[in-house]
């Protein structure tokens, strides 16, 4: 009889294969660095750090957007500041008037009964015009009926 060749026993490999592993999470990791600034939406508003107060008249005459009840606006410069303007001739007259005078206040004033979005696209608007701030223009407590 011929003599059989000798087999060669492996020993279980006890390692676990972490490549894989690895892939799967630098996949991940890309797809989150890449959504993570698409999921971050909103518009900048510099808030107050003390109560609420009248605007100082030393600056220059605000800017002021006013937002209808029916989400309609309306600019206070221009020809014709009782006419209701669309969102781009918006962006563009306000730029206009950064263009010139860039300390101007720009100001917001909504209906009570407006859409909350009517006004935050309202601060949309004026942030790609170029506001480096926005503020909003309420009513005294005293003077509410």
């Known amino acids: 009889m ?20 690895i892939d799967v999470m630098l996949v991940l990791l890309v797809i989150f660095m890449i959504t993570a600034p ?21 600056t220059d005459e605000p800017l ?6 029916d989400g309609d606006y309306y600019l206070s410069v221009g020809d ?10 918006l962006v563009t007259k306000v730029a206009a008037v950064l263009r010139h005078r860039p300390k101007t206040p720009i100001m917001v004033r909504g209906d009570t009964q407006v859409e909350y979005g009517k006004v935050v696209v ?18 005294a407590p005293e003077d509410i009926q």
Request: glycine share 6%.
């Open 2 to 21: 011929a003599a059989q060749p000798k087999r060669i026993r492996r020993k279980p490999m006890s390692e676990i294969n972490v490549v894989p592993y």
């Open 64 to 69: 002021v957007v006013t937002v209808t009840a």
């Open 80 to 89: 014709k500041p009782d006419d209701p303007i669309d969102h781009q001739l």
């Open 38 to 58: 698409l999921l971050t939406q909103g518009v900048a508003v510099e808030l107050p750090q003390a109560d609420a107060g009248p605007v100082s008249g030393e």
């Open 122 to 139: 309202a601060m949309a608007l004026l942030q790609k015009a170029g506001a480096p701030s926005v503020g909003l223009i309420t009513q």
